[in-house]
Structures are given as C-alpha cells and as structure tokens.
C-alpha cells in the first residue's frame, strides 16, 4: 500500500515513512475487521477457514463444488446450493452476498441458509468476491462505479442472478438478496439499482445506498461519522437487522437503510414489537403499505456486535445466541412472494 514510484531513491527516512504508513493502514483495517489477524478484540483474530460445504459439482467449475460465470460487466466465482426439495421446482432464489474477509463457503456455513433452502425447496446463490478485485474480498460498495446499474459488480451480480433464475424457472418476485456487511451494502445497491430483478433485499449491519464514493468517506460512514446520504428512488421490501454494540459499522446506517425503505411511501402502517431471546433484548419495527403488504422490518438487537445473528459456528462473524436472522429473512422474503416456508 501506497508505494513509492518505480524507480525513485529511498532513503533509510522514506523506508520508515512507509514502514509506518503502511502499519497505520493495517491497524485502520484490523480496527474494521477488514483484514485478518487484527487485534484480539476483532472477530476475525482466532478465524480459520471452515470446512467447504458439500456443494454439487457443475461445468466449468474453477474449484470443488465452485463455478464461475462471466458476462459484459466482468467474471466472478460463485457456489449453488440446489436442495433435494427443489427437484419437482424451486420455491425461490435467495443470492447471498458475504462480508469482508470471508468467501461464499465460510458465509454459507455460517448463515446456516443452506438448511432453510433444503427444508423449504429454495436455492441459495453464493458470489464470491475476487481477491484480484478486492485485497479483503469486500464488495466494492463504497466505489461509484460499482453503485450504478449496467456497470461493475451490481452489472455482474444481477446477471448471475438472472441466468440461474432462468436456468431454474424461478421469476422475479421469487428472487432475493441479502447479505452481511460490505455484503449487506451491495445487497441494498441491488435493490436500488435492480428492483427488476430482486424482489426484496436483506440488510445485515449494512450500510445505505451511495454513503461512499471512495476508501475514506467509506471508513466515515462505517463510523456513523458520514453525512446521512440523500435519499435515493424507491426500494424493494427490505429487512434490515444490526446489532446494538456493532462497533465496526455503526448501527446509525441501519437506522438509514431502514429509512430509505420506505422513502417513498405515500403512507405506512408501523408497529414496534420488542422481545427477548436467549437473554437478549431485541425491537422490531415493521412498517406496512395500506393494502397491508410489508415493506420494511427493522431488527435492533441489543449487545449484538458485528456478526450474523443466530448465525452457526462453523463461519466467521457469527452470534449463535440470536434471535435468527436467516430464518426471519426467509420468512419475510417468502411471505411476499405469497408462499410462507414449509
């Protein structure tokens, strides 16, 4: 990170400079948990990659169980979960979208959605983040050319989608993302920029549609320290969760996700539910068109930091204790498209 141009004279003060600069970069990131092996308060400092999932093979596939599609916009690899149940034809297509420092593997292990998919006849679409695109395999969700529709990774994605929805029969009001983190930013990127595609978005300690253009307003709206960003076109459904005590992305930017949400709504319906789950104090605000179809729930979980709700301990960035965030998207996602889970 940052070097000096090719060519120049270093001296022994520009080495350190650098030495320095470069440690700074690290202790920034690890603060972030956007790079492994940070200080022992980071969720990731005792990780180690999990066993890979039993996925099924398919053609082309660059790995074990991984595939890789390619169109206009760019390549990325992704992993398919195709469950018994959906042999007679799949209920759904959930895409899920991984956080910093994982890969569809570790996300899929983690989520534990690989178990609502088998027990309700939906497939789980997992793309994976290169490391060539990005050192910490984040989704690009704080670069302008990636926060567009027909360019970058929103371009990519929503192909992806596409084709498998395609290759399965699965429309589009049957077609969801979500994801957690960096993620959970390019998941709300895809409902804003493709709502013709994703029939609602899952938001997991994620962060609103364009509160970055570039690295550091990236680390600003992380720390709740961003401008609130302007109010974009209207979102598809969404369900937003995020944890009291994240101090990696404040919860301030779910609180806006949650906004944005229902920006456009002429009017809405709310109420707040609050409960308890294995100790821990949770809210839920739902907020309802007035012909009663949902369009925001929004999950406040107290003592709850940076890590997927009711998450499985075989992933990173996982809270067993709950409540569970996997099961409440798949309720929310399939109770809009008009046909709960099993």
């Known amino acids: 990170m940052f070097p000096f141009h090719a060519g120049a004279p270093r001296r022994a003060n520009d080495d350190a400079r650098l030495t320095a600069a470069n440690d700074l970069v690290r202790r920034t990131l690890s603060q972030h948990g956007l790079m492994p092996g940070g200080d022992a308060a980071s969720p990731m400092a005792n990780w180690t990659m999990p066993q890979m999932p039993s996925f099924g093979t398919a053609s082309g596939a660059t790995a074990p169980g991984m595939n890789q599609f390619t169109c206009d916009a760019g390549a990325r690899d992704y992993l398919l979960h195709v469950p018994e149940s959906a042999k007679d034809g799949a209920t759904g297509l959930v895409v899920m979208l991984h956080g910093c420092t994982q890969n569809a593997a570790d996300f899929a292990a983690g989520t534990g959605m690989n178990a609502h998919a ?12 290169s490391r060539g695109d990005n050192a910490q395999s984040c989704w690009n969700w704080f670069s302008r050319g990636d926060q567009l529709r027909g360019r970058g990774e929103p371009a990519i994605i929503a192909a992806m989608t596409q084709k498998i929805a395609a290759d399965y029969g699965i429309t589009a009001d049957r077609t969801f993302v979500a ?4 993620g959970a930013a390019m998941a709300v990127i895809l409902g804003q920029t493709y709502g ?25 709206a992380m720390n709740g320290q961003a401008a609130e960003p302007a109010a974009p076109g209207p979102m598809p459904p969404t369900i937003v969760f995020h944890g009291g005590s994240d101090s990696t992305v ?3 930017n779910g609180t806006r996700i949650a906004a944005h949400a229902i920006n456009h709504a002429a009017q809405t319906i709310e109420a707040d539910t609050n409960g308890i789950t294995n100790g821990r104090d949770w809210t839920l605000r739902t907020s309802r068109g007035n012909d009663g179809r949902a369009l925001l729930e929004h999950w406040e979980i107290a003592g709850l930091g940076h890590a997927w709700s009711g998450g499985q301990p075989g992933g990173s960035y996982t809270d067993a204790k709950g409540p569970d965030a996997s ?6 996602f399939f109770d809009l498209a008009g046909k709960a889970p099993k």
Do not use: K
């Open 327 to 332: 099961a409440e998207m798949v309720r929310f």
């Open 179 to 182: 994801g957690l983190s960096a």
């Open 118 to 129: 088998d027990r309700d006849g939906f497939i789980v679409l997992y793309p994976q983040q």
């Open 250 to 252: 404040a919860p301030i």
């Open 196 to 220: 013709d595609v994703f029939a609602a978005v899952g938001a997991h300690s994620g962060l609103p549609y364009s509160a970055a253009r570039d690295v550091p307003t990236a680390f600003a």
